[in-house]
């Protein structure tokens, strides 16, 4: 079974897809252009993230969409039916990780979104592909939405919210990682290194390679192999 192939969740992934090339036209043009770079962007984030979200606020800023089948293949091969994500926005790399989650018979999905305006629309995205059942979105700071209510046995992670704070939610999520869990990291760029150097430290618990997904964009793979 492969709901990414059938309605409503293709039907809503499109759509998504087309209202997020329109909404982040300009910002892929600064990118295009020379005049604005992911590396400025994750700067900004570490000065003020919480004033980035503002500004950014209509922006889907989602993961493209052959990343978001590779998520969906991650959580199908390993049967992932624990996922936490971090950065929900509209909720586009949500339906990839909970379509996986409905094809393997059984699990839910975590998610926590800084804005509420974006939450709210990330409900009725979900709702719209038939998968808000599996799906528990979160509204506030990941530090506080996932320190309580996350079963151990994650099997998937993915971090595409503020950067800075990915070494901090992981950190937080790591006694609740089952073995062989798969964390995805979007915008993982060497910037003050924390994050990478982490994951990179196979004394810390983790095998770690670059994705080939647009490599300007700093995507990453880690097992955590347990300690």
Request: glycine residues 8%; charged residues 25%.
């Amino acid at each position: 079974m492969n709901s990414l192939m059938t309605d409503p969740v293709a039907g809503v992934l499109d759509r998504l897809l087309a209202e997020a090339e329109l909404a982040d036209r300009e910002l892929h043009a600064g990118f295009a252009d020379g005049t604005y770079s992911v590396r400025q962007m994750l700067e900004e984030d570490a000065a003020d993230f919480k004033g980035l979200c503002r500004d950014q606020v209509d922006y889907f800023l989602s993961i493209a969409p052959d990343l978001g089948r590779f998520l969906y293949m991650c959580a199908r091969a390993n049967r992932a039916t624990r996922i936490v994500e971090f950065g929900t926005s509209f909720g586009v790399s949500t339906i990839y990780l909970a379509a996986a989650v409905r094809d393997n018979g059984a699990g839910r999905v975590i998610t926590t979104e800084l804005e509420p305006g974006k939450a709210e629309r990330a409900r009725r995205n979900l709702a719209a592909a038939g998968l808000d059942d599996l799906v528990d979105v979160r509204v506030g700071d990941a530090l506080d939405t996932l320190r309580s209510g996350v079963e151990t046995g994650v099997d998937l992670v993915l971090l595409d919210g503020a950067y800075h704070l990915y070494l901090p939610v992981l950190k937080l999520l790591e006694p609740r990682l089952a073995p062989g869990a798969l964390i995805v990291a979007d915008n993982a760029l060497d910037l003050d290194g924390e994050y990478l150097d982490h994951v990179r430290n196979p004394a810390n618990g983790y095998l770690t390679v670059p994705l080939p997904f647009h490599p300007e964009r700093g995507n990453n793979l880690s097992l955590f192999t347990g300690r």
